[in-house]
């Protein structure tokens, strides 16, 4: 009796341990199809997760004038700026920026904080690695600017022998050196204006979208002008995480409209003076 009961009792256990296996098996398997039905939803390429939300995030600073930055309304204005919510009325989206540190701009592009950076950010080689970029937005040279008094340097090549004031960390600094000139060292762009507004430097070899924005904001009141600049350009772009194809796509689209309608040239005019998307 004692061992029918033993069985019997055996025999229970199994069946509870069968129930329950059967019931963790079940729970499984809606898991599975609860992620699957997640994973299917996050199929969908990043543009259309936007078209779909109505919204686009940009990463920008706002504290880097005149490209990003606040107005005396606090507005977020600037170059950037502007492009990038011509870009999204094009698209038909909705804008929203992320004022980010630049520290910090591609840690949170990684991190999926917003879905582009609109930031001068210019296309490098060691950036186009990891990052996708738009259609250039921005283009930029080196520039030879002088006092407006000057009669004696007209290009590049009239360096030889002549006082150039130079951030000494700065490629502009190896670009008047390897046109000759004697360097006298500067702590950043505005006090290399002053000594060639002052006429203690015949020259200085600088960024044209930085010398076009000084000569915008001070305007008559300093003496200096661009003279020549360097036919090799540096472009900069929105930049996206690698694998977004379809967004950078739509957006280097919208870009291309503007330059062809001349909404670019509108927008660079008004903050430059020049257009700035071209050569």
Known sequence: MKKLFTIFTFALFALVLAACGSSEENQTENNTNGEGSEQTSSDKSLYEQIKEEGVIQVGTEGTYAPYTFHNDEDKLTGYDVEVAREVAKRLDLEIEFVETKWDSMF??????????????VGIKPDRKEKYDFSEPYTISTAVLV???????????????????????????????EKHGAEIQGVEGFNPAMQLLASKRADATVN????????LQKKGDNVPVEIVDRKDEASESAMMFRQGNEELVKAVSGAIKEMKEDG????????WFSEDVSTK
């Open 107 to 120: 840690a949170g592009l990684n991190s999926k904080r917003f879905d582009m950076i609109a930031n001068q």
């Open 146 to 176: 002088t006092h407006k008094d000057n009669e004696e340097i007209k290009s590049f090549e009239d360096l030889e022998g002549k006082v150039a004031a130079q951030s000494l960390t700065s490629n502009f600094k190896k670009i008047a």
């Open 207 to 214: 960024d044209r979208l930085s010398v076009l924005d000084f």
């Open 263 to 270: 909404t670019l040239s509108e927008i660079s005019q008004k």
